[in-house]
């Protein structure tokens, strides 16, 4: 697993309680995959995801 104190610039998220998340709204993986929730063929935000998303253990 990849520190949380080495963000990439590259990708912005807002998504806190992921383990990939970095306080300074960043993601530190070096890629992430994104998919879809259902709709193959989506046309707007809520029909994406982001599917690197691990959640947070407390």
């Known amino acids: ?3 949380n104190t080495n963000p990439n610039h590259n990708i912005k998220c807002s ?3 992921c ?3 970095c ?3 960043h993601c530190t993986l070096n890629e992430i995959k994104v998919g ?3 709709d ?3 046309k707007c935000c809520a029909s ?3 599917a690197s ?3 947070q253990s407390r």
Do not use: I
Request: proline fraction near 4%; charged fraction near 5%; glycine fraction near 4%.
């Open 40 to 42: 193959s063929n989506p």
């Open 53 to 55: 998303f691990q959640l």
């Open 48 to 50: 994406t995801e982001c």
């Open 36 to 38: 879809c929730c259902g």
């Open 15 to 17: 998504v806190t309680n």
């Open 23 to 25: 306080a300074t709204n």
């Open 19 to 21: 383990a990939h998340h």
């Open 1 to 3: 697993m990849n520190s």
